[in-house]
């Protein structure tokens, strides 16, 4: 089998880590349940090439495994260079026998899985890697930012003409395929998991409001309640970091370029001013917009000395980091995962994760329990595009409605809550122009 990790022997501390996010993802677990016993011809994914790319850990780990023991013939990698865990890529490759289930309770039998993804590796490295994963042709891409979809459009055309279709993770990937698909070049269809009702009101919200924060502590080991927290951006990412740190007890300033989202900040509660008006007021700030240069040089000079930066969304040039490269006079590492920046005067910026994804670069990533959700949609929009793909056109579609019932009524069943039905009479009020 072709792979390409940093060792193999790290695969049983991998294992573990599957089995407690096993433990905590029953979306999956059931769909597991459902089709890991069928025999070969008769799962739903049978024979069917996917290659996905996502952060390489745990809770991506199972949902390959799901996506296997559903049929699928599956190739993966990591899609951050720094959020790859080795020891998840090792188990993946390794697979489990039966054996192992009295060990760890970590599930059925699994085979091996073909994996390209090393922690730190370099963008060379990492480039071949998306290649790499789109060696064995795939029918069905999940993506993860859209690298593997930006691959099929420049470096490897020739592969998209053998693409039944794929699903997009991210915001950032989502802006990316629509850019595509406004400009007539998109050439297979998408679907964007994203804006599902149960990815982004809760993924996003939830999910990276509680993962940045934990980065932030973890790495920083400092209190956040006293402190002025800037967030750049007020979408669903932003409202969930911007909610976690008013909670934690900090000032929360918003800067926005979104007229709307800026008054439903201030309505929330929060400062809303520009960056520049912002910057000599933060003692951290966190990027999550999906655009470029939201903080420059020009920025960091006005801030305090000391401030920290991290950046939340998909790509690394929220912070522009090469400027900051470009301008420092000193650098140096000040915390595992904090380099911290001298710019001209003496002034110091500590940067978390590289001004990479810091949740996920610099911490693990969403709880298991809110990818359980999010997985639970990527599992179902590729069933949706393996039964649909000869009727889809080339555009970007979103989630439908069923798929987002599905979802939020598994999880809701998981929790043990039932919710009330409209009864005949009612469907027909609602439905009628009479009062």
């Known amino acids: 089998m072709e792979f390409d990790i940093r060792d193999i022997a790290l695969a049983p501390a991998g294992e573990r880590k599957i089995a407690w996010v096993r433990d905590h993802m029953p979306l999956l677990r059931a769909l597991e349940e459902k089709y890991a016993g069928l025999p070969q011809g008769s799962k739903p994914l049978d024979g069917v090439k996917i290659s996905l790319s996502v952060h390489m850990e745990a809770k991506t780990a199972y949902l390959v495994r799901v996506l296997t023991w559903a049929g699928a013939q599956m190739r993966a990698m990591g899609c951050n260079v720094l959020s790859t865990q080795d020891d998840v890529a090792a188990a993946l490759v390794t697979g489990r026998t039966a054996g192992q289930d009295a060990q760890d ?255 996920i670069a610099g911490a693990d990533g969403h709880p298991a329990e809110i990818m359980d959700m999010s997985f639970a949609v990527q599992f179902h929009s590729v069933s949706y595009v393996v039964n649909n793909y000869k009727s889809l056109e080339k555009r970007v579609y979103d989630v439908s409605q069923e798929i987002d019932e599905v979802v939020s009524r598994a999880r809701l069943a998981a929790w043990g809550v039932e919710i009330d039905a409209l009864t005949p009479e009612q469907e027909a009020y609602l439905s009628s122009w009479e009062a």
């Open 105 to 359: 309770h970590g599930g059925p039998a699994a085979e091996g899985v073909p994996v390209f993804a090393v922690h730190g590796e370099s963008e060379e490295s990492y480039s071949g890697h998306v290649e790499d994963c789109l060696g064995h042709r795939p029918n069905v891409i999940v993506d993860d930012g859209s690298d593997l979809a930006h691959m099929l459009h420049t470096k490897r055309p020739d592969l998209a003409e053998e693409m039944w279709g794929g699903c997009e993770e991210t915001t950032t990937g989502v802006i990316r395929l629509k850019a595509l698909e406004r400009e007539g070049l998109l050439k297979f269809p998408m679907v964007a998991v994203n804006d599902a009702r149960c990815k982004h009101l809760f993924d996003n919200r939830y999910g990276t409001g509680q993962s940045v924060w934990d980065s932030v502590l973890r790495n920083t080991n400092l209190i956040v309640a006293s402190k002025t927290v800037v967030v750049a951006g007020y979408g669903w990412c932003g409202r969930g970091i911007a909610m976690r740190a008013s909670a934690l007890g900090a000032q929360v300033i918003v800067t926005e370029i979104d007229a709307v989202k800026a008054m439903e900040a201030r309505m929330d509660g929060y400062a809303v001013m520009t960056m520049f008006e912002a910057a000599p007021l933060g003692d951290i700030f966190l990027t999550a917009t999906g655009c470029r240069d939201v903080i420059t040089v020009a920025h960091m000079a006005l801030m305090k000395d000391g401030a920290i930066l991290g950046n939340a969304g998909h790509f690394n040039v929220e912070i522009n980091m090469a400027e900051l490269e470009a301008r420092a006079t000193e650098k140096y590492p000040a915390r595992a995962a904090i380099e911290t920046y001298v710019l001209p005067g003496g002034k110091r910026v500590h940067v978390i994760a590289e001004g990479r994804l810091l949740n």
